[in-house]
């Protein structure tokens, strides 16, 4: 296995130096931060993750106030007790992104998220708690439990929420194959473990967080 400083270095090369590289670099929240923030933020978190999939994330994010208007601030209980009158007058209206599937999927979801509130008090403790060593089991856990976050909505949306976790967009994907560490499929269980086994690996080598270790591989190759 390659050792991962050869790969930062690789990267830091590629834009234009070491310091160039350390601001290009997201930083996860420490999971007191994650424990504190608010369930209707996160559920506003997924939500606006699962609208952006498939459009300009600039589009969705400038419709978001309206969202945020149409779903009472995104509180569980309001959303979770919509009605389906309610999801069908809202898939109409002409200030949301009207897409009939997604709409009723944040009530789904909000119900889903309360079922994790009630067992664990919060869902930020609940996704605090899950250790970055076994993260591609929480994208199987999301997958199972949630609406419309399979593939990498999952993982993005734990990216956008701040929870630190690697992501296995086409650049990491290629990058991974040109430094000869893992290559084929990338969508199966089993191929999650292996690539999780890898970059268990490669942050035992660097101390570095499993999001930057991603971004460094993206970084690294032209």
Partial sequence: MIA???IESAAAERLGGEAELQAALVRPEPPESLAMIGDDRYLSV???RIFRAGLTHRLVDARWPAF???FDDFDLARVAALTDDDLKRLATDESLIRHRRKIFAVRDNAQAMQAI?????SF???LAEWPEEEIVDLWAELKKRFMQLGGNSGPAFLRMAGKDTFLLTDWVVQALSEWNAYSGKTHTRSAHADIQALFNTWHGQSGLPYCQISQILAFSID
């Fill in 4 to 6: 991962f400083e050869t």
């Fill in 46 to 48: 997924m939500c606006r």
């Fill in 68 to 70: 945020e208007v149409a």
């Fill in 117 to 121: 509130v009630d067992e664990f008090g």
């Fill in 124 to 126: 930020g403790f609940w």
